[in-house]
């Protein structure tokens, strides 16, 4: 995974030409995104100038623990300037926190159709983390 | 903590306490484990002995709501929580990396640590290349004592939120050990199930009783705690508690795992009475207390 260098991140949030995670069901555009972060399937990262591509699968789908902080650190590692997903619970939303990540709340459709949404600014940063999740 | 310490913590089949050291425990939550332990301290106490009670459920005790003591003593009990050198830290990501669960993780610029997914392993002080991490710690629970004439209670009150209660047990139990051999017999309260809290509050006893109840959810938990237990090497003995008459699945379940069956407790609502009341099941009755006396008797023996 590409992380992308020298990316000027603009008061909003929006930089330009920054990597979007998007936690989704399936490996395209049109899979439905995953509500989960945590356990979610896969990420779409999508680069936000070219609209390129690619896909990230994380582990924790099955870990036992910390299934949010392995894959925040795994999301900031392939370079995520911002995450959009269903909920954050509250370990991940630390990590992204400290990392200066903001998360995007979405509550369904497509990963086309979510990334169309953040672009027209439609969704709403995560301000409070979501109740922890147990395995 | 001193979890290596095999003299107080004893081994599996270790056998390690210095006097008749009883667990009483149930793969079922609410069968009556808490019951039996403080009834039958009781009836130990009525004939003369001395008697400690180990509260070991220390995700909820409730034992001493029975035995109405005073203010106890108290002990924290501390956990390693690692405390990361910035200055010597140089982010490589293996102590991330090695924490199975997840208590720490490496950003770009620092090392968040997790007090709560911890479990004190130290392992990524150990694997860290730049010595960068030192032991610190954390209070994960308190231990309560209380000391009477030919009595003495413990109790471990693990705090919300943390996960470390086999290493409060294991703590609960070297303290109870080091007055152990000042008493005739120390009973304990196990937390119910059969994962690790169960475990470590049974390891090194001399003797195990479970207590179970006749129903599907009594006898399938049943048959998990003995085998839960299995390679500990314990002499194991089971107590069916609100009996109404047909055990034959216990019964059947006990005799294939010739594990003898030493009481069996009717469904009494004398017994809900007294509960009710906070008191135990040996003050429902004289017929209570005369069972209760029996039991002790039949614990007493050999095995």
Not at chain 2, 154 to 171: A, F, K, M, N, Y
Not at chain 2, 268 to 278: L, S
């Amino acid at each position: 995974m590409r992380g992308i260098a020298g990316v000027v991140q603009s008061d909003d949030g929006r930089g330009k030409n920054m990597l979007i995670a998007i936690s989704a069901r399936g490996g395209t555009m049109d899979a439905a995104m995953d509500p989960r972060l945590g356990r979610a399937e896969k990420f779409i990262l999508i680069e936000s100038d070219s609209e390129k591509t690619s896909i990230l699968e994380i582990a924790a789908t099955q870990a036992t623990h910390g299934a949010g902080i392995q894959t925040a650190q795994a999301l900031l590692k392939a370079g995520a300037k911002a995450v959009i997903s269903g909920d954050c619970g509250p370990k991940a939303f630390q990590v992204f926190q400290a990392a200066g990540v903001p998360v995007y709340a979405a509550t369904g459709g497509t990963v086309r159709d979510v990334f169309a949404a953040w672009r027209r600014n439609e969704l709403p940063v995560i301000g409070q983390p979501g109740a922890a999740k147990h395995a | 903590m001193n979890s290596e310490d095999n003299t107080t913590t004893g081994k599996a089949g270790g056998f390690g306490r210095p006097a008749p050291w009883i667990a009483v425990a149930s793969g079922k939550g609410g069968t009556g484990k808490t019951s039996v332990a403080v009834s039958l301290a009781r009836a130990a106490l009525q004939a003369g002995r001395r008697v400690q009670l180990v509260d070991a459920d220390v995700e909820g005790p409730n034992a001493h709501h029975f035995l109405g003591l005073g203010e106890p003593e108290t002990f924290p009990v501390e956990a390693m929580l690692p405390r990361i050198d910035p200055a010597r830290c140089t982010l490589c990501g293996e102590c991330a990396s090695f924490c199975i669960y997840q208590a720490l993780a490496v950003l770009g610029d620092r090392v968040m640590v997790f007090p709560d997914m911890c479990h004190g392993c130290e392992g990524c002080r150990v694997v860290c290349p730049a010595q960068a991490i030192e032991n610190g710690s954390q209070e994960i629970g308190r231990i309560m004592h209380w000391r009477g004439e030919d009595f003495e209670a413990w109790q471990g009150r693990l705090h919300v939120g943390q996960v470390l209660s086999p290493t409060l047990i294991r703590e609960l139990h070297r303290r109870a050990c080091e007055s152990a051999s000042g008493y005739d017999l120390t009973l304990v309260d196990s937390p119910p199930g059969t994962s690790c809290p169960m475990m470590a509050a049974v390891r090194g006893a001399n003797r195990l009783v479970l207590v179970t109840e006749p129903t599907p959810f009594g006898l399938h938990d049943l048959e998990l705690a003995m085998a839960a237990v299995r390679r500990m090497k314990l002499p194991v003995e089971v107590i069916v508690n609100r009996s109404i008459g047909d055990d034959a699945a216990i019964d059947d379940l006990c005799r294939a795992r010739a594990v003898p069956v030493i009481a069996r407790f009717p469904d009494d609502r004398a017994v809900a009475a007294a509960y009710a009341e906070g008191r135990p099941m040996i003050e429902a009755g004289a017929e209570w207390a005369k069972q209760y006396d029996d039991l002790r008797r039949h614990l007493e023996g050999p095995c």
